[in-house]
């Protein structure tokens, strides 16, 4: 193709964006959207995985069998969503494999948050409160963004996640409601989840990358700091409501802006972890590994069996 | 009466517990996503009934105990659940093969605890058993798979069926209590299931490459609450916060 | 002050108790006869020491409590040693590791402890230090053994020193408890033995023909309370007796 | 040597050991004599190392922090007289590495009491008082037997197992005289262990091989029914002392014999453990050979920096 008729399919491609027409992976699409969407959905769908690890860990050990069948309902949700993540991903010509391969060599990230550790129960609340929480500020403008396996793929997520997000407030609350140690325990957890939740939401907008073209093509619409403040916005009347104090002596409500005022995020903290260097990064990604690795015989088994099977079909009719 | 039928129930439900706990350990490791969300679902399928039974138990006690002290409050020495359900998951073929001798024991224990003439056990019974087939479906395929797929996953499999063979007859053991509810309607005769629970299985085995093991020395203990130094360790897990926070709402 | 000295010696303790309890779930599985009984030893060791501090601990709270109270029934927010000590025995390069990078800051401090203005400390710290210079030498020991012996064990080595090198930063931090008893002659200002430490370490794996890691990330909490998944599973197995069948003499 | 010569070797060993003489490493003595004694020695070895697993099982959930720091000496003890044991064989010409070999693949045999699990805490008690004090009763006439440096090793066996042996006890005295729970417990362990410990005395005399022989060698000096009734007659009074039963329906004082008399015992579950199909026989080979075959990098690592040192050391002296 010469250059000028790739201008123009550029051209045409940019005008179905704005006119919210949803590109299919069958459609032409520029290598740098295709390479955007398979960094920012595998990313999202590892972010998936990676994430059942942190709630997985207090499965064995939930305090009622209710809360342990809706905790392993969650974890199972969660493998669904990467599930059809990694399958919305592959339309655009990668395998899950490849992806995997992306993950466990560490060129591929996934939301940090989750090299936090679950050190008590009241983790899974504030987990599902305020990570979730989060999570579904990220995701709902997402629900409209152009790519179209994305798009179906974040309605599902979302109505999932916000399921999952009030199911996180009622076990907060039910601390929070219960014993003075269960109350001590949701508010130590909330203690150690909200700057980490903050940060979720990304760098500062000044720090942000990518942002102007992300926009563009609807795979962001709104700033990290608009979603952040969002955020806040929304989580601070929760904790109230509950009797949990946000451990931040700077929140306060701000009336002119109709919004409240923060104090310092640590940002050092977020590099180091998104680098590599939080308290789980190696504990999760050794999880993944080798649960891969331990997997190998399995899938290779089922290959095999799979591939016997079909030529005893193929004997069968000659 | 009362007793025997507390009994009976949880000799069924322990079962459910201990297996469904096991399955909860692999959450999040699975060796595919694909099986890591079917183990998943078994897991929550079993819990689901726990609660079904143990919610039943705690109405026969009548003493205000919840289906959460049943499940968590009890002894090492007082969980009736068969030796089968709490080995280990020592790798993949350890866990499908575990979950095959399982359910093709329980698939034929829930169609004759349908015909229970107790009604909620029926009910029960009659829930259960569209999961179970399922579960069945998926444990002796997957045997299949392994027993069929390459040298190492035969060999993996075919040893996991040699150490876990050693468990299956106390499936068919029968507790005083167990006599009792039996002979009242409201039980099953376990001992009439195993001549065709061998046969299926060995039908299974067949179909997937795997040796029918030989063995006539079998292990039992778990009815009468003598288990395997496997269960402590999953069971301090298990009561972990129930017995650190007591007497609390969650 | 009282709590600030309970605190002290909780946090020095709980390094003992939870070290202590990972050689525990070794013994029998060690990879020699020899290397067996030395951790055992170390483990008796230990929970030797534990029991001193405990004991002095429980005279200091003065309410009943027992040394068993302390030692197995707190919550898991409650325990104060290092990441370090809670790290699982992955194989036994990271027990080596483990051991040896904690020995040779145990060795530094209960040199400084010896000089507290608390007469009891001193002389729990004047007893320990024969045991853990034997405890120094013997990890040191294996850590040249490893890392100088062949191949596949210097790998094994390095890559247990590269995991655990992340934990080594938090013995040198101070909690506010520490801070005051430093303060007042009887604690250790553990930001003191920072240098000789990494000075003693680092000639060690020069030694052992290992490689001084070069991250400079550290990662901390233990000292708060705020511990790796880990410890959540050791505890409950710590626990479960004393929860299981509470307030019984043994 | 000729036949003469040797019908005049062994004679003059047999009268040695008639004078009670001991028997020591590099002294002649009959092929026989050698073997089964390496088969003895070894065996015994081998009991001590399995039976650490049983009771390392409840080590890290020992109940208080006196009982854990006993319960680990007691365990450290008896990997002590594994070592010394081995050691002692060793001098008949066999090394530790072959008895390992002979050990997991089954050619050697340790004792069947240890492929019993350990329960509950109250087995900790249990075997103390009755695994123990079978062993005792085994082991202390070996303390007089032919072979030098068996007899020993027994002498130090013998100590170390008669202080094991009142701390077992102890610890059922405790729980005999605790709440009902622990009462409870301690007699339920009493009633798993019971049999099992009275079979620890070896087959009836009737199927007892090799006994003739042993006598004279003084491997055994009594035969096992009345080893049997020693144990018997020694533990009842003290189940009585502490107020536990012992479960077996026909036992009762034989004022004739000046014996108990006691109830069938089950031979066939004595005979099907022998033979390696016990509750705990393949949990406990998989644990030996486990710990076995994971120390090889460890065994190789030492054996090659001990050989580097030496040539370091040659070097520099040249």
């Known amino acids: ?55 997985g860990n207090w499965i064995t050990r939930a305090p009622s069998l209710r809360r342990k069948v809706a905790l392993l309902a969650k ?11 990694y399958s919305a991903t592959e339309t655009l010509g990668i395998s899950r494999d490849e992806m995997y391969e992306q993950l466990h060599t560490g060129k591929a990230k996934y939301s940090s948050i989750f090299n936090y550790p679950t050190v008590t129960w009241a983790d899974m609340g504030a987990v599902g409160w305020l990570v979730d929480g989060a999570a579904i500020i990220n995701q ?9 396996p994305y798009a179906r793929a974040m309605i599902r997520v979302c109505k999932e996640e916000s399921f999952h997000q ?47 073209q992300s926009m563009k093509w609807k795979l962001k619409r709104k700033s990290n700091d608009d979603l952040r403040q969002q955020f806040i916005d929304q989580t601070v009347p929760q904790a109230e409501l509950i009797g949990l104090t946000i451990p931040d002596p700077d929140l306060k409500w701000n009336e002119e802006r109709g919004s409240y005022d923060f104090g310092d995020i640590n940002w050092d903290e977020f590099w180091q972890v998104v680098k590599g260097h939080g308290p789980c990064n ?30 005893r079909k193929q004997k069968q009719a000659v | 009466m009362k ?62 105990r919840s289906e959460d002290d049943i499940a968590m409050l ?20 350890y866990t499908i093969g575990r979950q095959f001798l399982f359910d093709v024991y329980h698939l034929a224990f829930l169609a004759e605890l349908q015909k229970s003439t107790d009604l909620t056990l029926s009910a029960i019974a009659n829930k259960c058993i569209k999961e179970v087939s399922y579960h069945e479906r998926f444990s002796s395929d997957w045997v299949k798979r392994l027993g069929d797929g390459t040298e190492e996953s035969n060999q993996k499999m075919q040893k996991a069926i040699n150490d876990l063979w050693t468990y299956t007859d106390e499936l068919f053991h029968q507790t005083e209590a167990d006599k009792v509810i039996v002979a009242e309607g409201a039980g099953v ?32 203990g778990g009815k009468e609450g003598i288990h395997t130094e496997h269960l402590g360790y999953l069971l301090s897990e298990l009561q972990y916060m129930q017995r650190a926070y007591p007497n609390m709402e969650w």
């Open chain 1, 1 to 55: 193709m010469s250059e000028e008729q790739i201008r123009s399919l550029e051209r045409q491609f940019d005008e179905r964006i704005a006119r919210d027409e949803k590109i299919e992976p069958k459609d032409w699409m520029p290598e740098k959207y295709r390479k955007t969407h398979i960094r920012q959905m595998s990313q999202h769908a590892h972010s998936e995985i990676v994430g059942m690890l942190p709630e």
């Open chain 1, 75 to 85: 974890v199972q949700d969660e493998a669904g969503h990467g599930l059809y993540l």
């Open chain 1, 140 to 148: 709902v403008p997402l629900c409209n963004t152009s790519y179209g």
């Open chain 1, 166 to 212: 009030r199911q996180g407030f009622e076990i907060m609350m039910k601390l929070a409601n219960g014993s003075p140690e269960q109350k001590e325990l949701a508010q130590d957890a909330l203690n150690r989840w909200w700057w980490p939740s903050l940060m979720m939401l990304g760098p500062t907008d000044a720090e942000s990358v990518h942002t102007e």
């Open chain 1, 282 to 311: 190696k504990e999760r990604m050794k999880a993944r590994i080798g649960a891969w690795e331990e997997g190998e015989w399995i899938r290779d088994a089922a290959m095999a069996h799979a591939e016997k099977k079909q030529e």
């Open chain 2, 3 to 64: 007793d025997n039928l507390y009994n009976y129930i949880l000799g069924i439900a322990d079962n459910s517990l201990i297996l469904g706990q096991r399955l909860g350990e692999l959450c999040g490791h699975g060796p595919t996503l694909e099986t890591d969300i079917a183990c998943t679902n078994i897991s929550l399928d079993l819990f689901g009934q726990v609660r079904s039974y143990f919610q039943y138990a705690a109405k026969i006690a009548g003493d205000n």
């Open chain 2, 74 to 93: 009890r002894k090492e020495r007082e969980y009736k659940n068969v030796l089968l359900v709490e080995q280990p998951n020592t790798n993949f073929a």
């Open chain 2, 189 to 220: 005769d376990v001992t009439k299931l195993k001549v065709n629970y061998y046969k299926r299985v060995n039908e299974i085995l067949q179909l997937a490459n795997l040796e029918i093991p030989e063995s006539k020395y079998f292990q039992k």
